[in-house]
């Protein structure tokens, strides 16, 4: 149990981190660290907590960004450029702030002797375009330069590397997750998951990017936020890489789109278009290792969290 802690939280508007104060703002003292650029914290039944302080910042600011995480004992670093259309737009801001934004909240963290943890959130990207069961060993695939998709993976892979680097040499306590897939209640942006069920409960068409026969599992962020827990609490979780997800919640993205829409009992028409780039036919973790160090299991399953999603939406 985490108790009387100072927590640094970048990207801390995001919904991940949103669930995770949930689980540490009544004993903790929580910092957000966000440029709002997404937004699920200031709706949140959080955003007027005694414990919480936001301040409104950008990781690429290195000098706002080292003073404001002065204190911290733990370091969650959740901010990034992520979303396909995004990065399409804006490859050179999705490098920089992935690559310079970790660069440099790492750096903060050496500087203010960060001594419990510092998190690192990566991404399952950079395991290509086919990764079945991979595990936190197998290679990584920078893949052909240019193509967006790999502009997003290779910036999130070299954060990765020098967090391992400033565990090596400065022995800052890191740990860096994998996400495959999150999704759930507040999230923001272009997560298929939530784009089809915000569409199924409003019987408006759901457009499939290729064929639909790409293949995920999909991780509920209830379960995602417990594994981060574990990470936060282990000894042994300092100095690994994680990959965070369920492996029993596989499924096409088509199938996907007929589940969403079955479990809502919506009549949307289920249309596709050409993909916008590159795409991930196949992304299943291993998860052998989250149950093995850290005794993580993913608890919720797809129509489970799908409904438990959808629920939220239509709270708004």
């Known amino acids: 149990m985490i108790k009387n802690k100072r927590i640094f939280i970048t990207g ?9 104060i949930s689980n540490l703002i009544e004993e903790n003292t929580i910092i957000v660290f966000d440029n709002f650029h997404r937004d699920t914290i ?20 290195k000098e706002l960004l080292t003073k404001s995480m002065e204190g911290a004992e733990i370091v969650v ?47 399952s990207e950079i395991f290509g375009s086919m990764a079945f ?36 040499q400065y022995k800052l306590p890191t740990v860096t997750v994998r996400p495959f897939n999150v999704y759930g209640p507040g999230q923001t942006g272009e997560g298929a998951m939530q784009i089809f069920i ?8 759901i457009f499939i990017n290729g064929d639909g026969s790409q293949i995920r599992a999909w991780c509920y962020v209830d379960d ?14 300092v100095g690994e890489s994680f990959n965070l997800g369920n492996a029993r919640a596989v499924i096409t ?23 916008l780039s590159a795409d991930i036919e196949l992304r299943i973790p291993s998860v052998k290792k989250t149950e093995e160090l850290l005794g993580f299991k993913a608890k919720v399953d797809l129509e489970e969290g799908i409904i438990r999603t959808a629920e939220y939406f239509k709270s708004l």
């Open 133 to 168: 069961k991979s595990t936190e060993k197998d290679e990584t695939v920078s893949g052909s330069a240019g193509e967006a998709r790999w502009t997003y993976a290779v910036s999130k892979l070299a954060g990765e590397h020098l967090t391992h680097a400033y565990h090596a």
């Open 77 to 123: 670093h959740a901010a990034g450029i992520a979303g396909i259309d995004t990065v399409i737009k804006d490859p050179v801001k999705t490098m920089t702030v992935n690559m310079i934004g970790t660069a440099n909240a790492l750096e903060a963290a050496r500087i203010n002797q960060v001594s419990d943890r510092f998190i690192d959130f990566s991404t």
């Open 12 to 20: 801390g508007a995001g919904f991940i981190a949103n669930t995770l």
């Open 198 to 205: 915000k569409k199924a409960l409003k019987n408006e068409e």
């Open 42 to 61: 200031s709706n949140s039944i959080f955003a007027k907590h005694k414990n919480l302080t936001i301040i409104k910042g950008d990781v690429l600011d």
């Open 253 to 275: 993205t088509l199938g996907l789109a007929q589940t969403v829409c079955r479990v809502l009992n919506s009549k949307s028409e289920i249309k596709f278009r050409d993909q």
């Open 224 to 237: 995602f936020v417990d594994c981060l827990m574990r990470c936060l609490e282990n000894p042994k979780a």
